[in-house]
């Protein structure tokens, strides 16, 4: 149980290009969807929070209009990064956690976007 | 904040144990354990939510202090398939309530 899918696994596109990234919970109802970015050999940083139904919170220093979030249902969530650039490649992650706000249940991730911008 | 997890890495022969461990500057509402292999995603290991808690199994367990600022995760008799990057995720209170922090991992190798 618990799974989450995220799809595509491996993007590559041209400077400019915008590119969406989905994240789906196959076999439970995630009211919050996280997405994080990791670099090379560090850590997992989370870039924003969101919420079905509602806009999605951003972490300091992540900008709003260049990663837009979209979670329009309990089982989707969408990121895209607009107009990316060669410093936008990274490894996107994104997790997902059933129950309330303060339920104590895990995140499950899904298995990566590893994006490259030429 | 992010916590602190050491070591930064960890080289073992199949059946030793290890240690890792995960310091928060200040109380925690709970710690979160995930395995990530190379190029995949976290792997979930558990939740500890009470100081004082020690939970898992034979294998693989975990405790958090009284203080709920420092928890271990204990690897005993490690095996192969045990090898890779090993997180804690923080949860402090406040606005940082229900986001985990991740620490900087402690690459686990288990060589036969």
């Known amino acids: 149980g618990a799974v989450v899918s995220q799809h595509p696994s491996w993007v590559i596109c041209k400077s400019g290009t915008s590119v969406k990234i989905e994240c789906r919970s196959l076999?439970?109802?995630?009211?919050?969807m996280f997405w994080y970015r990791q670099f090379p050999k560090q850590s997992l940083m989370l870039m924003a929070t969101s919420n079905e139904g509602s806009k999605a919170t951003y972490e300091q220093g992540v900008e709003k209009d260049k990663f837009l979030i979209n979670h329009a249902s309990l089982t989707l969530s969408t990121l895209t990064v607009t107009s990316a650039h060669p410093e936008d490649s990274s490894f996107y992650i994104c997790?997902?956690?059933?129950?309330?706000?303060?339920?104590?249940?895990?995140?499950?991730f899904g298995d990566g976007t590893r994006l490259s911008i030429l | 904040q992010q916590p602190v997890q050491s070591p930064q890495a960890v080289i073992l022969r199949e059946g030793e144990d290890a240690v890792i461990n995960c310091s928060s500057s200040k109380a925690l509402y709970s710690v979160h354990w995930y395995r990530q292999k190379h190029g995949e995603a976290p792997v979930f290991l558990m939740i500890l939510l009470k100081g004082g808690e020690q939970k898992g199994h034979e294998k693989i367990s975990a405790s958090f202090n009284e203080k709920k600022q420092q928890s271990s995760l204990y690897l005993t008799a490690s095996q192969l398939s045990y090898s890779g990057t090993y997180f804690c995720g923080t949860e402090g209170g406040g606005t940082s309530y229900g986001k985990l922090t991740f620490g900087q991992g402690t690459i686990l190798t288990v060589h036969p």
């Open positions: 076999d439970f109802q995630a009211t919050t």
């Open positions: 997790s997902a956690r059933a129950g309330t706000w303060n339920s104590n249940q895990p995140q499950h």
